[in-house]
C-alpha cells in the first residue's frame, strides 16, 4: 500500500470574526511585527496558522478550538456541519467572548468554513467565501494587500 504524503489531521468547521484579534498562549507569546515586515510580505505568517489552546464552546465532548488568529473551530462532524448549526454555536462564543471583554462582532453566514488541524498543531482555512475569511487566509499565507482590509 502506498504512503501518503498528506500530513495527519482533523477536518474542522471554522469560524472567523471582525476584528482581527490575537489570542495568545501566555504572556510571553507574542507577535509583533513591524509595518515594514507587514508590507514586505516578511512577518512570521506561520504563527497565524496556529492553534492556541481549547475552551468548551458547549460542544461537548469535544473542545472549541481556538487559533492565535482569533478563528474559533470545532470538528467537522455531522452534528456541527450544518450552516445553521455551526453558525449559532459560533455566535454563542463570541457573544460570551464580548460578554467577557473581548471585543468581537459575530460571525455571519458567510464567514463559516471548512478547514484543517493538522497533528502539528497547525490550522489551515481551506475556504475564504468572506471578506472576513478571505483576510484571515491572505494573512496566514502572506498574500495580503492593502486593499483586502
Same mark, same amino acid.
Request: hydrophobic share 40%.
Given at each position: 500500500?502506498?504512503?501518503?504524503?498528506?500530513?495527519?489531521?482533523?477536518?474542522?468547521?471554522?469560524?472567523?470574526?471582525?476584528?482581527?484579534?490575537?489570542?495568545?498562549?501566555?504572556?510571553?507569546?507574542?507577535?509583533?511585527?513591524?509595518?515594514?515586515?507587514?508590507?514586505?510580505?516578511?512577518?512570521?505568517?506561520?504563527?497565524?496558522?496556529?492553534?492556541?489552546?481549547?475552551?468548551?464552546?458547549?460542544?461537548?465532548?469535544?473542545?472549541?478550538?481556538?487559533?492565535?488568529?482569533? $478563528?474559533?473551530?470545532?470538528? %467537522? *462532524?455531522?452534528?456541527? +456541519?450544518?450552516?445553521?448549526? !455551526?453558525?449559532?454555536?459560533?455566535?454563542?462564543?463570541?457573544?460570551?467572548?464580548?460578554?467577557?471583554?473581548?471585543?468581537?462582532?459575530?460571525?455571519?453566514?458567510?464567514?463559516?468554513?471548512?478547514?484543517?488541524?493538522?497533528?502539528?498543531?497547525?490550522?489551515?482555512?481551506?475556504?475564504?467565501?468572506?471578506?472576513? $475569511?478571505?483576510?484571515?487566509? %491572505? *494573512?496566514?499565507?502572506? +498574500?495580503?494587500?492593502?486593499? !483586502?482590509?
Amino acid at each position: 500500500m502506498a504512503e501518503s504524503n498528506s500530513p495527519e489531521g482533523t477536518p474542522l468547521v471554522m469560524a472567523v470574526s471582525a476584528p482581527l484579534k490575537l489570542i495568545a498562549k501566555d504572556r510571553r507569546d507574542t507577535w509583533k511585527p513591524t509595518l515594514e515586515d507587514i508590507n514586505r510580505s516578511t512577518y512570521d505568517y506561520l504563527k497565524l496558522n496556529r492553534a492556541s489552546g481549547f475552551i468548551d464552546g458547549n460542544v461537548s465532548p469535544y473542545a472549541m478550538l481556538v487559533g492565535f488568529d482569533g $478563528t474559533l473551530a470545532m470538528p %467537522a *462532524l455531522p452534528e456541527f +456541519s450544518q450552516p445553521d448549526v !455551526a453558525l449559532r454555536i459560533f455566535n454563542r462564543v463570541f457573544l460570551e467572548m464580548l460578554l467577557g471583554g473581548v471585543y468581537t462582532e459575530g460571525a455571519a453566514p458567510s464567514d463559516i468554513c471548512s478547514g484543517w488541524l493538522f497533528k502539528t498543531g497547525y490550522i489551515r482555512l481551506l475556504s475564504n467565501a468572506s471578506k472576513n $475569511t478571505a483576510l484571515h487566509s %491572505a *494573512l496566514r499565507d502572506r +498574500s495580503a494587500s492593502v486593499t !483586502a482590509t
